[in-house]
């Protein structure tokens, strides 16, 4: 081998000596940087002529198992699923249940039965059934504001539905954009890393929102489809729209026209659910409370209003009344129509003939709501008949069993309650799947240790070409001097 050749293998281990301290760097520096994948640098012997020519730098390998970040994103999407669930459900139990908030429905129909026991011992004083109508106003109140918070919180699972849409779009654009950029830097012989790991970030965010899998395209390009068969980019990205409601009552729905789906180039994914395909993930969460969890919750709202006016419009509880009268609860003033029940619990409301502030008076309260004139004021009879429809058991439709007014409520507590259970259920084993994927996915990223070690042998490597190049240097010198 001439001396030339032998400073030319010199050189070019110089070169990748340094090139690879330089890989080495990068990694250990982004050991804690998400979505960083760790480099190596691939080399291979140079043959030239049929003689050896040193060491070729073959170009930077990014490491990342795709399989087991396919997994972890599978288990992101469960976990952003199972997470904005149990946030709403808990706030749900909690507004209507909490059994010693003063304030809940609890507390307040126990306060209404010991305003009427107390005015059934003492019929003769205004105060206290002046304090019955008002524990009926808190009773109907309450009910109202929780009709108005599981509206408002349909609202707020809308909008989540605008901003995951919005955040799907930019996310899919920019997987798009970098794809092209990653072609562009492989063509002129760049590193395109850095602009992988960006995209891998991406294709994260898209992964909290549905369910995905990447397919690997020709140099080094990616597809994306849902898990359920729906593209969302190979080459151009899909572009999705949705029109958000800004005030949703509780008759608007998928089925009525009231609420938006879902469309891809004006066409909605699926005139049913509303996100078709993409499923799984944050997104068909805020659908499936917005369109179903939040509405059967209103739906019991209605059912247990149902149940408080059907006790006392019963002409057996208050003789006064004539079959179809209005009773002491009323549906906006007017007398409860069976098949009218969507949103009663934002309608109900005190009988204006026994509230004060209506014009109404307080003796209907102790003498029945139609009694024309005041009746004996030691008679605690139709207060003890009220008292006694709180505690009968009553049934407003088939499926509903027949209870007393607090069972209704603990009814409905109850499924509120189990709904909010097996959320949490389910998000605790979310939350374990994704972290035990996510720990399997970091063991397979930089290790120090293993770092710390290749510079080593890096250095080692350095010093024996530099020690060659100085060999050589005094050969060259010493045939000079000849």
């Known amino acids: ?132 109508v008002q524990r009926l106003g808190d009773v109907t109140e309450t009910l109202q504001d929780n009709a108005r918070n599981v509206q408002i919180m349909r609202q707020e699972a809308d909008a989540a539905i605008a901003r995951d849409v919005d955040t799907l779009n930019t996310a899919l654009q920019q997987v798009e954009q970098l794809n092209a950029d990653i072609s562009r830097a492989r063509a002129t012989g760049g590193d395109p890393s850095a602009l992988m790991d960006a995209r891998q970030r991406a294709i994260d965010t898209i992964g909290t929102i549905v369910t995905i899998r990447e397919i690997a395209r020709p140099n080094d390009q990616v597809a994306i489809i849902t898990t359920t068969g729906m593209q969302l980019l190979d080459g151009p990205a899909a572009q999705f729209a949705f029109s958000p409601t800004p005030t949703i009552t509780a008759f608007m729905t998928m089925a009525s026209g009231g609420l938006a789906g879902i469309t891809r180039d004006g066409v909605p994914l699926d005139v049913v659910d509303g996100f078709g395909k993409l499923s799984g993930g944050s997104l068909s969460a805020s659908f499936n409370l917005r369109d179903n969890d939040l509405v059967q919750a209103q739906q019991s709202l209605d059912e247990i209003a149902a149940d408080l006016i059907t006790r006392f419009a019963d002409p057996a509880t208050d003789p006064t009344l004539a079959v179809g009268d209005a009773g002491l609860l009323t549906d906006a003033g007017a007398a409860h129509d069976p098949l009218d029940i969507v949103d009663l619990s934002r309608r109900i409301s005190i009988n204006a003939t026994v509230d004060p502030s209506q014009g109404g008076q307080l003796f209907r309260v102790r003498d029945g709501v139609n009694a024309a004139v005041a009746g004996p004021v030691g008679d605690a009879q139709q207060l003890n008949r009220f008292s006694g429809a709180l505690l009968a058991a009553n049934s407003i439709g088939g499926g509903i069993p027949s209870l007393s007014a607090a069972g209704q409520i603990a009814r409905v507590a109850s499924e509120f309650g189990t709904a909010r259970l097996r959320a949490d259920e389910s998000l605790s084993f979310a939350a374990a799947r994704r972290d035990t994927l996510y720990q399997a996915e970091l063991a397979t990223g930089v290790d120090s240790d293993q770092e710390l070690q290749m510079l080593l042998r890096i250095e080692q490597a350095y010093g024996a070409n530099a020690k060659l190049m100085q060999t050589i240097n005094s050969m060259i010198q010493t045939l000079m001097e000849i």
């Not at 050991?31 to 930077?60: H, K, M, P, W």
């Open 1 to 132: 081998m001439s001396i030339s050749q032998s400073l030319n293998n010199a050189v070019s281990g110089l070169t990748a000596t340094s090139r690879m301290a330089e890989v080495v760097s990068s990694n250990l520096s982004n050991a804690l940087t998400e979505g960083y994948a760790r480099r190596v640098l691939d080399t291979s012997s140079q043959n030239i002529g049929g003689q050896g020519a040193g060491v070729r730098i073959d170009g930077v390998r990014r490491i990342a198992d795709n399989g087991l970040i396919g997994d972890r994103r599978l288990a992101d999407a469960g976990l952003a699923n199972q997470e904005r669930r149990i946030d709403t459900l808990t706030r749900l139990e909690a507004q209507f249940s909490a059994p010693d908030d003063p304030a809940g429905l609890v507390q307040r129909l126990a306060a209404l039965e010991q305003a009427l026991i107390s005015a059934g011992a003492d019929p003769a004083s205004d105060l206290r059934l002046s304090t019955v």
